[in-house]
Nanobody, 115 residues
Framework: QVQLVVSGGGLVQPGGSLTLSCQASGTIFSRYTMGWYRQAPGKQRELVAY???????NYADSVKGRFTISRDNVKNTVILQMNSLKPEDTAVYFC?????????WGQGTQVTVSS
């Protein structure tokens, strides 16, 4: 059983930084692409960033240059470093992976950017 456990999140002022972490268990983590998604109130869940098993990354246009996704295959962890946060980044953030055609989600963590 694949499990994704998310930590981090919270309240931060505009321009601040937060780090989200997602630890995976129950699978060979290094084999799979890992993603971060977010969902703001009244909006659809959207892809924020992903990182492939080979370390290739991709970002939503809205976060390019501000967010960085990375992975540690020894610790089975994917990190989302969020800098220069804006109020529009406020959302619940989820990590995600697909293992053998089955999608798994971590529990969401609230990120609120407000003064």
């Amino acid at each position: 059983q694949v499990q994704l456990v998310v930590s981090g999140g919270g309240l931060v002022q505009p321009g601040g930084s937060l780090t989200l972490s997602c630890q995976a268990s129950g699978t060979i983590f290094s084999r799979y692409t890992m993603g971060w998604y977010r969902q703001a109130p009244g909006k659809q869940r959207e892809l924020v960033a992903y990182i492939t098993n080979r370390g290739r990354t991709n970002y939503a246009d809205s976060v390019k240059g501000r967010f960085t996704i990375s992975r540690d295959n020894v610790k089975n962890t994917v990190i989302l470093q969020m800098n220069s946060l804006k109020p529009e980044d406020t959302a619940v953030y989820f990590c995600q992976t697909v293992v053998i055609a089955t999608q798994y989600w971590g529990q969401g963590t609230q990120v609120t950017v407000s003064s």
